[in-house]
C-alpha cells in the first residue's frame, strides 16, 4: 500500500521551462490537493480537486494549472517556470472533505528554478 | 493575523525530556486538530487527531485542544533522538480548508 506517490522526487529547471509533478493515491480518496512549503511560510494550498472532475483554486495558484485525470490522479504543471516557484511541492489526499478526516501526504517534490 | 500561530524554534532537549510543543489559532470555526511529524526531506506523516476540546493519549504522544483557548498542544513523553524532526499543527473546519503552522523544529540531544 503505496499511500500518495509523486514523482519526480528532485528536478531542476531553467526560467521558462514547463515541466508536470505526477500524483497518485492508492487509497480511493475523493479530495487531492497540491500544497508548496517554503521556510518559514508553512504549507499554502495550490489547487485542490474535491472529487474526479473539478478543481478549485487555492490561496496561491498563479502560474500552475492542475489536471484531475481519474480519481486516483492528480498532476501539477508549471508552464513556464520562475524563480519564485523554486520550493518543495507537496500532493495530499483526504477521504471526504466535510468529515473532518486526516489529510495525508506524499514525500514532496523538490523543485529548484534556476 | 494569522489564522495560526507556532513558535518555529528550534527546541534543542536532552533525551527522556518531556517536551511541549504548541499554536494558538484564531478562527472558533476550527473543529478537528491534527499533528503531523515532518523528517528531513521527507512528507508530514500523522501523528494526532483530535476532535474538541480535550486531551488524547497516543503512546508517548498526548495532544491536547482547548477550544476556549484557542490553544493546541502536543506533548511528547521521554523523547527520543528518533522525535527529532518538525512538528506541524494542521487545523480542519470540514470543508476543504485545512490550515497549517509553520511548524516547530524539535531536536532531542543523546
Known amino acids: 500500500n503505496a499511500g500518495v506517490t509523486q514523482t519526480p522526487k528532485f528536478q531542476v529547471l531553467k526560467t521558462g521551462q514547463s515541466m508536470t509533478l505526477q500524483c497518485a493515491q492508492d487509497?480511493?480518496?475523493?479530495?487531492m490537493y497540491w500544497y508548496r512549503q517554503d521556510p518559514g511560510m508553512g504549507l499554502r494550498l495550490i489547487y485542490y480537486?474535491?472529487?474526479?472532475?473539478?478543481?478549485d483554486k487555492g490561496e496561491v495558484p498563479n502560474g500552475y494549472n492542475v489536471s484531475r485525470l481519474n480519481k486516483r490522479e492528480f498532476s501539477l504543471r508549471l508552464e513556464s517556470a520562475a524563480p519564485s516557484q523554486t520550493s518543495v511541492y507537496f500532493c495530499?489526499?483526504?477521504?471526504?472533505?466535510?468529515?473532518?478526516?486526516?489529510?495525508?501526504f506524499g514525500e514532496g517534490s523538490w523543485l529548484t528554478v534556476v | 493575523q494569522k489564522e495560526v500561530e507556532q513558535d518555529p524554534g528550534p527546541l534543542s532537549v536532552p533525551e527522556g525530556a518531556i517536551v511541549s510543543l504548541n499554536c494558538t489559532y484564531s478562527?472558533?470555526?476550527?473543529?478537528?486538530f491534527m499533528w503531523y511529524r515532518q523528517y528531513s526531506r521527507k512528507g508530514p506523516e500523522l501523528l494526532m487527531y483530535?476532535?474538541?476540546?480535550g486531551n488524547k493519549e497516543d503512546g508517548r504522544f498526548t495532544a491536547q485542544v482547548d477550544k476556549s483557548s484557542k490553544y493546541i498542544s502536543l506533548f511528547i513523553r521521554d523523547s527520543q533522538p528518533s522525535d527529532s524532526a518538525t512538528y506541524l499543527c494542521?487545523?480542519?473546519?470540514?470543508?476543504?480548508?485545512?490550515?497549517f503552522g509553520t511548524g516547530t523544529r524539535l531536536k532531542v540531544l543523546a
Open positions: 495530499a489526499s483526504t477521504t471526504d472533505r466535510s468529515s473532518g478526516n486526516t489529510i495525508y
Open positions: 487509497m480511493n480518496h475523493n479530495s
Open positions: 480537486s474535491a472529487s474526479e472532475g473539478t478543481t
Open positions: 478562527n472558533s470555526a476550527f473543529q478537528y
Open positions: 483530535t476532535y474538541s476540546s
Open positions: 494542521a487545523l480542519h473546519s470540514g470543508t476543504y480548508k485545512y490550515i
